[in-house]
């Protein structure tokens, strides 16, 4: 059986599902993204976290896009969307996000969670964030037959600091795992896109 690699795409701009996502490729992003969300919820719900209630609203947005994201991320429709060259309809914002850099940089999430969650440990913040944008250009820089395996090795690297070597925020322990996959692999590693 031969799969159907289709590049092409039209409708109106979306940049989080991918131009052209059918409403199971939605339905998946919104499942595990809740599920995920849920399940932190229930986890700091039980845990003694010293959190204001904007803190845990926040906690959740951050939960529901980075765990959103990462399913969004790897969806066939935003491969083809964002590894496809900018269309004329694809201005501003969309087309600004269609750089691999940019969209990478704008993921302040760990600077969020050291200034807000970590006591204003903004060490945490920076350098998981100077980590996630510079590991995420040099692969940009690789050829594209290296991007795959560079991605896993620094995904692989990142889960050991995570553990071993930066301290995680507590309440964000899953965070920097979840936040390389969406970004590292989901985001950057071009894969062919299927159609039915």
Same mark, same amino acid.
């Given at each position: 059986? #031969?799969?159907?690699? /289709?590049?092409?795409?039209?409708?109106?701009? /979306?940049?989080? +599902?991918? %131009?052209?996502?059918?409403?199971?490729?939605?339905?998946?992003?919104?499942? +595990?993204?809740?599920?995920?969300?849920?399940?932190? =919820?229930?986890?700091?719900?039980?845990?003694?976290? /010293?959190?204001?209630?904007?803190?845990?609203?926040?906690? !959740?947005?951050?939960?529901? &896009?980075? $765990?959103?994201?990462?399913?969004?991320?790897?969806?066939?429709?935003?491969?083809?969307?964002?590894?496809?060259?900018?269309?004329?309809?694809?201005?501003?914002? %969309?087309?600004? =996000?269609?750089?691999?850099?940019?969209?990478?940089? !704008?993921?302040?999430?760990?600077?969020?969670?050291?200034?807000?969650?970590?006591?204003?440990?903004?060490?945490?913040? =920076?350098?998981?964030?100077?980590? $996630?944008?510079?590991?995420?250009? #040099?692969?940009?820089?690789?050829?594209?037959?290296?991007?795959?395996?560079?991605?896993?090795?620094?995904?692989?690297?990142?889960? $050991?600091?995570?553990?071993?070597?930066?301290?995680?925020?507590?309440?964000?322990?899953?965070?920097?795992?979840? !936040?390389?996959?969406?970004?590292?692999?989901?985001?950057?590693?071009?894969?062919?896109?299927?159609? &039915?």
């Amino acid at each position: 059986m #031969n799969p159907n690699i /289709d590049w092409t795409y039209s409708g109106k701009p /979306d940049g989080f +599902f991918g %131009t052209g996502a059918t409403s199971s490729e939605r339905n998946l992003v919104w499942i +595990f993204g809740l599920l995920g969300a849920g399940l932190l =919820a229930w986890h700091w719900s039980q845990s003694a976290l /010293d959190w204001t209630w904007w803190q845990y609203a926040l906690a !959740l947005a951050l939960a529901l &896009d980075v $765990l959103g994201g990462l399913v969004a991320n790897s969806l066939n429709s935003c491969k083809r969307f964002y590894h496809s060259p900018i269309q004329p309809e694809e201005t501003g914002f %969309t087309a600004l =996000a269609k750089n691999h850099f940019i969209f990478t940089a !704008l993921h302040v999430h760990p600077i969020l969670i050291g200034l807000l969650f970590g006591n204003m440990n903004l060490t945490y913040g =920076a350098l998981w964030y100077f980590i $996630l944008v510079a590991f995420s250009g #040099n692969i940009l820089r690789l050829p594209l037959y290296l991007h795959r395996p560079a991605a896993m090795g620094i995904i692989m690297l990142a889960i $050991l600091a995570n553990y071993y070597f930066i301290p995680p925020v507590a309440g964000f322990e899953w965070f920097v795992p979840a !936040l390389f996959l969406k970004i590292v692999y989901g985001h950057l590693v071009r894969e062919e896109p299927y159609r &039915d």
